[in-house]
């Protein structure tokens, strides 16, 4: 797993993003993401990848490889 690169405003938007979702701010969603077009938004959704990997190594220790294992674990449970 590559370390995420957390420079530039995509990576501040995304946070924001983030901490919106959490608080179920519906409004606040749709304003941050309603005036985007594609590629701002492809950018927004890859900063916040690297944002819930970052806060997934936190969660797992640092380890990339439990993180990984975990995440496979979650995908393999949602498969039809």
């Not at 985007?36 to 990848?49: F, K, P």
């Not at 797992?60 to 498969?79: C, E, F, K, M, S």
């Amino acid at each position: 797993m590559a370390t995420p690169d957390t420079s530039g405003a995509t990576f501040a938007a995304a946070c924001a993003l983030v901490r919106t979702g959490a608080a179920g701010d519906e409004d606040g969603l749709r304003a941050l993401i309603d005036t985007r077009d594609t590629d701002e938004l492809v950018g927004l959704v890859l900063a916040t990848g690297a944002l819930a990997q970052l806060l997934g190594l936190v969660a797992h220790g640092g380890d990339p490889g439990a993180l990984d294992a975990y995440l496979t674990r979650v995908i393999a449970n949602q498969q039809p």
